[in-house]
Every structure is written in C-alpha cells, then in structure tokens.
C-alpha cells in the first residue's frame, strides 16, 4: 500500500480484556518496528523484525505484551489482560533496511488505546 | 529510556517567525534524524543529517549538528500556523535498527 496502515484506529478495553493491534506495512519493506507512545512522551521502542523474524523484543514491558509477523508483512500486537497503564498510542513503523546505511522510518496513524 | 532530550519542551511563536528547537543526545551517534507529529498522527521524517555533516538544509528547514556537544538544532523558517506540530529528534540506540526519540518540542504558530 501506500502508506503505513495501523487497526483499530481507536480502542477502548476493559481491564484485563486481551487485545489485538493490526500493522500493514508499506508492501516490500523488511523491517518493522512497534513503538509505545504514552501521552506528551516521544515514541518509546517496543520490538523489531526482520521480515518474519523478530530480532529485538527487549522494550516490551511484560510478558503480557506479544508480537507476531508470521509471513514477514502484516504484524499484529497482542496485549493480554490490558491493564490501565497499557493505556497508549501503539505505534508501527516500516523501513526499506537497515542495512542502507540509516534507518528511516515511516509511521502508521497509530492505534489509541485506552484501558478502563 | 530515552537518548535524545530536547527543549524547549514548549514553543509558541507568531506566524512567519523562525522557531528553533534543540536536541541533545548522550552517546556517539552515525546519524541523527527529526520528525514532525500532527495531533493524534502518526510521525513524518523530516530530515537526516549524518555525523560527518554539520549542517543540512531541507526548503524551510535547517538542521545543525554539533558532536564535539552532542547536540542538533532544527531552525523552521517563515513558520506557517500548518507548522503547528510535536517536533522529535531521534538517534540510533544500542543497535543500528534502534530508534531513540527524545520527548519532544510542541510548537504552536498563531496565526
């Protein structure tokens, strides 16, 4: 596609309902990466891929936190029993590579989600 | 935690003012890059400057670098009230994939 597509755009859950993220990257791109936005923060580092293979997990929270890309496109964020500090905007980004020498990412619109 | 800090944290200027926001970052660097976000979007590139460079020019847009202080500025000339927007720098972390961003400068232009 064109851009980065992120769904839902907004998601409103009860405390300790499970959630799931969907990212669509820009067709082709290997890498993707998830970021946690929390209100007046900047962007905070979730996991990286590789294609299908996921490289870096080391900013998800807990172990309550998930992420998949089984066919190296489409990735999906899953949250298990959401809890109100899970509350964020949940950023994907898609890059050509790192391998080019800078990483330039481009971002989706992001998915909100608030946790009640 | 976050690798680049910038400041001001907050800005607001009058349309076609220049608005300067800085960053300043903790660790050796390959490159450094800005983003804009607009309310409740995702983030856009704006500029990359590498570390051999000392300053980049992008339309309205200037961005310094100065490693010897590990620091950056991003000059937005003529500011239009369409500028009004979080500004972010970003590094490279512990990895060469690793984005850093730092928290960020809201600038609002009044029109």
């Known amino acids: 596609g064109a851009g980065v597509s992120q769904s839902p755009r907004y998601k409103v859950a009860k405390r300790g309902q499970d959630v799931a993220l969907r990212c669509d990257p820009i067709s082709g791109h290997v890498s993707l990466f998830w970021y946690q936005q929390a209100l007046g923060q900047g962007p905070e580092f979730l996991t990286y891929f590789q294609n299908e293979a996921q490289l870096d997990k080391s900013g998800l929270p807990s172990d309550r936190f998930f992420a998949e890309r089984p066919e190296g496109s489409v990735s999906t964020l899953k949250i298990q029993r959401t809890q109100q500090e899970d509350s964020a905007v949940y950023l994907c980004?898609?890059?050509?590579?790192?391998?080019?020498?800078?990483?330039?990412?481009?971002f989706g619109a992001g998915s909100r989600l608030t946790v009640l | 935690s976050q690798q680049g800090e910038e400041d001001p944290q907050a800005l607001s200027i009058q349309e076609g003012e220049n608005a300067t926001m800085n960053c300043s970052y903790k660790?050796?660097?390959?490159?450094l890059q800005w983003y804009r976000q607009n309310s409740g979007r995702g983030l856009v590139h704006l500029i990359l400057i590498r570390s051999n460079e000392r300053e980049k020019h992008s339309g309205r847009l200037r961005v310094t670098l100065d490693t010897s202080k590990k620091s950056s500025s991003l000059l937005i000339t003529a500011s239009r009230a369409a500028d009004t927007a979080s500004y972010f720098c970003?590094?490279?972390?512990?990895?060469?994939?690793?984005?850093?961003f730092g928290s960020g400068t809201r600038l609002l232009v009044r029109p």
């Open positions: 970003a590094t490279e972390g512990d990895s060469s994939y690793k984005l850093i």
């Open positions: 660790t050796s660097i390959n490159n």
């Open positions: 980004a898609s890059s050509a590579g790192v391998s080019i020498g800078a990483n330039v990412l481009t």
